[in-house]
């Protein structure tokens, strides 16, 4: 197994900031979780809860592809924006105005065009827009009736803001 030492600081830095998780990570250079773990933390990078939560509570939904399993689609734009809008929608205190900037133009395109955003681990571009439907509501995202939410904190952040 490759050793830490193969995750360079600056990059290590990127992909926290970019909410990938210590597991996504460690798969993507072949290394220890508690290893990322260990050094994140001597670096300062200090997991936010509620960077935690949104991103947990999307794994309840979709399993996003990183690039050690063959595609990268945890870092898109879609992905990132996504991600921003709903620690903002969770009261997150810690994001930048350039992050709250591009969540809410990327909600407004949602809202602007009728969409919603949906995953797809077997399409190329992985994220993908789609004609929002009567059983979406205000759901910035696809969720299956059928799949509860992880909590209700997570599901009213799904929605489409009220502005």
């Known amino acids: 197994m490759p050793t830490i030492s193969a995750l360079p600081d600056a990059r290590l830095v990127n992909l926290f900031h970019s909410g990938w998780s210590d597991r996504q990570i460690a798969e993507e250079y072949g290394i220890s979780v508690q290893a990322?773990?260990?050094?994140?933390?001597?670096m300062g990078l200090v997991r936010?809860?509620?960077?935690?939560e949104v991103s947990d509570?999307?794994?309840?939904?979709?399993?996003?592809?990183?690039?050690?399993?063959?595609?990268?689609?945890y870092?898109?734009?879609?992905?990132?924006a996504l991600k921003i809008y709903?620690?903002?929608?969770?009261?997150d205190t810690a994001l930048s105005e350039?992050?709250?900037?591009?969540?809410?133009?990327?909600?407004?395109e949602l809202i602007d065009r009728h969409?919603?955003?949906?995953?797809?681990?077997?399409?190329?571009?992985?994220?993908?827009y789609r004609p929002r439907r009567p059983q979406d509501g205000k759901r910035v995202i696809d969720w299956p009736a059928d799949l509860p939410?992880?909590?209700?904190?997570?599901?009213?952040?799904?929605?489409?803001?009220?502005w």
Request: with cysteine; aromatic share 8%.
């Open 98 to 108: 350039q992050q709250k900037t591009m969540a809410k133009a990327w909600v407004q």
């Open 149 to 162: 939410y992880p909590s209700e904190g997570f599901k009213r952040a799904l929605d489409l803001p009220d």
């Open 75 to 80: 870092s898109e734009h879609s992905a990132r």
């Open 36 to 42: 990322v773990s260990k050094r994140r933390m001597k």
């Open 48 to 52: 936010k809860r509620i960077a935690k």
């Open 57 to 73: 509570s999307l794994a309840v939904r979709w399993d996003i592809l990183t690039p050690a399993r063959g595609k990268a689609h």
């Open 115 to 128: 969409q919603v955003l949906c995953y797809d681990p077997d399409r190329d571009e992985g994220w993908y």
């Open 86 to 91: 709903l620690r903002m929608r969770m009261g």
